[in-house]
């Protein structure tokens, strides 16, 4: 099992498109067949920098390839390019 964790740090005033953002890739589970989980959090005391975070997880890194390149994740992808300025990924065998 591999647990893929991202953080992003997002451009202040942008609480409302970031939830959007979030419920996105929820949405994801069920549609996108590799994925195994997802949850998705929002840190609302803004001043600890990382404003977001997702964690899913997927049965191998093939899986996990697979969904990076999904249109169905690239659509919502795209929804936080406008409003993130900061992101960071890591991947952990479980």
């Not at 890194?61 to 999904?70: F, H, V």
Request: with cysteine; aromatic share 8%.
């Amino acid at each position: 099992m591999v647990k893929h964790i991202v953080t992003w740090q997002f451009k202040p005033g942008t609480q409302k498109e970031v939830k959007e953002f979030l419920k996105g890739l929820e949405g994801l589970m069920g549609v996108v067949e590799c994925l195994r989980s997802v949850e998705t959090h929002y840190n609302e005391n803004e001043k600890e920098g990382i404003t977001g975070a997702l964690i899913c997880r997927f049965d191998n890194m093939e899986d996990l390839a697979s969904y990076a390149q999904d249109p169905r994740h690239l659509a919502v992808a795209a929804l936080c390019k406008p409003i993130r300025t900061a992101r960071i990924a890591v991947d952990f065998t479980e």
